[in-house]
């Protein structure tokens, strides 16, 4: 079986060390929220406590929380890391996007029911 969302060797890395430096965390919150000129944003956070609705799935030993909301758009993500210059990001490659913005900060999908 596919897992829902996927971590490169690098997000995975990145995401040991938020944890490791935050103990009172229990996971990576991820999720999407609306903004920008496409629509939609990708979120990253500590995750404190896992909520009624959220899908949790346990990735080479991180616990990845999405709330049962935002699953349908961001199923079947890969999150990597990476570093250009002195710039550093999480990076999504969602099979659900249909559209981008220009400066790539926010995304369309097609509505999900």
């Known amino acids: 079986m596919t897992m829902p969302i996927q971590l490169t060797s690098?997000?995975?890395?990145r995401m040991q060390r938020f944890l490791?430096?935050?103990?009172?965390?229990?996971?990576?919150?991820?999720?999407?929220?609306?903004?920008?000129?496409?629509?939609?944003?990708?979120?990253?956070?500590?995750?404190?406590?896992?909520?009624e609705n959220?899908?949790?799935?346990?990735?080479?030993?991180?616990?990845v929380l999405v709330d049962g909301k935002a699953l349908p758009f961001v199923e079947g993500t890969e999150i990597d890391y990476r570093r250009q210059g002195l710039n550093a990001a999480f990076v999504f490659h969602n099979p659900n996007v249909t559209g981008e913005c220009g400066c790539g900060e926010s995304f369309t999908v097609d509505a999900k029911d």
């Open 10 to 13: 690098a997000a995975l890395e």
């Open 54 to 63: 959220d899908s949790v799935f346990d990735l080479d030993g991180i616990r």
């Open 20 to 51: 490791a430096n935050d103990p009172s965390a229990i996971g990576v919150r991820f999720g999407i929220k609306r903004t920008g000129c496409s629509g939609y944003a990708y979120t990253v956070d500590l995750a404190r406590d896992v909520a």
